[in-house]
């Protein structure tokens, strides 16, 4: 459950204005697109809605209660690249998340635990097509399959929302499908709220639920900073829809281990 | 005919080429040699090759009449244990205060001007000092090398650690991790190798200081000898000693190399 609601929400750099007057009420397990001119406040509202950027003014909710002040477990981001641990394999990148949760003093697991973890790994693995390479490094990976990791990687503390920024926006546009295969199959299974920015006005049309358009109103020629975006098209896609595909998974593989 | 940035040697021949300096230097050694021993059969400067062996033979393979000790053998213990303790001790302290600086803020506002100012301390200026206050013996002699090594490996490493991508740390955040288990699950395992790198370039440094800590105060060691034997112009001795020591810095630098390669295969550059 992750219902958003964004009241009069401003955001400025000194005098630089970037957001304003942002008001947006978003339902649980919604996927929202969002798209927009480059400069004009997407990312700045995705680093918020992540918790690393503060509001200047107006409230941000997640669920009615005002946002935390860092990243937490309740959010996950996939970046467009650099999320991976390069020190860590496949596997150990996927497990970093549940050793995270169940081990607080050494960030490692043992015996039992470490076994059911391994467990929801290994599914999650198989549900991505990584399982073959479930041994390599990151840097071995080609960028395709880097990005499924990361979007694993993201959802396997099973948050109650998921931000994507241009996840897919260094990929050939070839394994895109893919990719919006599993993104729509962890979105059903995990019911989460996805975020997600793109340059793809196509991509953001057959994912998303709901698209947001980030503009600027009003426009001063001698003070460009003056006047920041806001969303300025909010326009409702398809119902909420079954997943595009049938799930190649079992449901257990998201399932708490 | 290809540019000349495009000619590549291959293994053979890269070795071959490799191997060339060095002979060159050999050669000249030798001419000189003969040159200055058909001068001057008493010459000390430039001993010939037979006396050099005659020296090394009594150094390494022979007990000393007066000691009873092997000295070459001695002397290179004596001095790779101060060496060894010495970058023991300054790995363990640049990790620590490393991963601090570079992991917390705070830490590094309190750390970092600190630490960039000792490392400007001209270790050799502060030797005097170390042996009134810490006696002629040993612990000078490694601490000599701790203070001029320590304080650069925290610098690199806690740079390193600044280095990592944001997005590494905040993810790491998303999947629940506190300072703590950010600091040794994702940044300390990375700066390992940054580490060895550090020791590798470092060595250089620390042969200086151990040397110039024996030269003064020592009963044995490379340095001691070197310095004991100046007074006799004794080239035969300081010639191999000197090459025995790059040596040994030559053998613990591919050492190293090799253990950052075997221990840490994903920071290894891509081929």
Redesign the interface.
């Known amino acids: 459950m992750a219902a958003v609601t964004v009241r009069r929400l401003w955001k400025q750099f000194g005098s630089q204005v970037v957001l304003e007057n942002l008001n947006l009420t978003i339902a649980d397990h919604e996927f929202v697109t969002i798209v927009g001119a480059s400069g004009c406040g997407k990312t700045t509202f995705l680093r918020m809605l992540l918790g690393v950027e503060k509001a200047t003014k107006g409230e941000l909710l997640i669920d009615g209660a005002p946002i935390a002040a860092e990243p937490g477990p309740d959010r996950g981001i996939v970046f467009q690249r650099y999320s991976l641990f390069p020190h860590l394999t496949v596997r150990q990148n996927l497990l970093l998340g549940l050793e995270f949760e169940r081990s607080r003093l050494l960030g490692r697991l043992f015996g039992q635990s470490r076994k059911l973890a391994e467990e929801k790994a290994a599914a999650l693995l198989e549900a991505i097509g990584l399982y073959p390479a479930r041994d390599k490094y990151p840097s071995q990976l080609s960028g395709g399959m880097q990005q499924r990791l990361s979007i694993a990687q993201s959802v396997i503390r099973e948050p109650k929302i998921l931000l994507l920024d241009e996840p897919f926006g260094a990929l050939d546009p070839g394994i895109t499908a893919d990719m919006h295969e599993i993104i729509l199959k962890l979105w059903e299974m995990n019911r989460m709220t996805i975020f997600m920015i793109t340059h793809d006005l196509k991509e953001s049309f057959a994912l998303g639920t709901r698209l947001l358009v980030f503009d600027k109103l009003r426009h001063d020629p001698q003070a460009p900073d003056a006047y920041g975006a806001t969303v300025t098209y909010d326009i409702p896609l398809k119902a909420k829809r079954v997943a595009a595909s049938a799930p190649s998974v079992a449901p257990h593989a998201l399932a708490p281990a | 005919m290809p540019r000349l940035v495009n000619l590549r040697p291959n293994r053979g021949g890269a070795l071959a080429l490799g191997v060339l300096p060095f002979l060159l230097l050999l050669a000249a050694y030798l001419l000189g040699s003969n040159a200055r021993l058909a001068d001057n059969p008493d010459d000390k400067l430039l001993p010939s090759m037979s006396s050099i062996g005659t020296t090394l033979h009594q150094y390494a393979l022979e007990e000393d009449r007066r000691s009873g000790d092997v000295l070459l053998l001695v002397d290179t213990i004596a001095s790779l244990k101060r060496i060894g303790l010495a970058l023991a001790i300054s790995a363990a302290i640049g990790v620590t205060f490393g991963l601090a600086v570079g992991a917390i803020p705070y830490l590094r506002a309190i750390l970092a001007p600190f630490i960039g100012a000792i490392a400007m301390i001209p270790p050799l200026a502060i030797l005097p000092i170390l042996f009134i206050v810490l006696g002629l013996g040993e612990v000078a002699k490694v601490t000599l090398i701790v203070i001029g090594v320590a304080p650069i490996i925290i610098r690199d490493l806690a740079l390193r650690a600044t280095e990592l ?1 944001a ?2 740390l ?9 300072s ?2 950010l600091s ?3 940044i300390l ?2 700066l390992w190798p940054r580490l060895i790198d550090a020791i590798r370039l470092n060595l250089g440094c620390a042969w200086l200081f151990l040397i110039a800590a024996e030269a003064i105060a020592s009963t044995a060691g490379l340095g001691y000898r070197i310095f004991l034997v100046r007074r006799y112009l004794a080239m035969d001795v300081i010639l191999p000693y000197v090459l025995w020591i790059t040596v040994l810095a030559f053998s613990m630098d591919a050492l190293l190399r090799l253990l950052r390669a075997k221990l ?4 290894e550059p ?1 081929t």
Do not use: C, D
């Open positions: 991508p997005e590494q905040i993810k790491a955040q998303t999947l629940g991790a506190s703590w288990l040794i699950r994702v395992p990375q840490f295969p994903w920071a891509a």
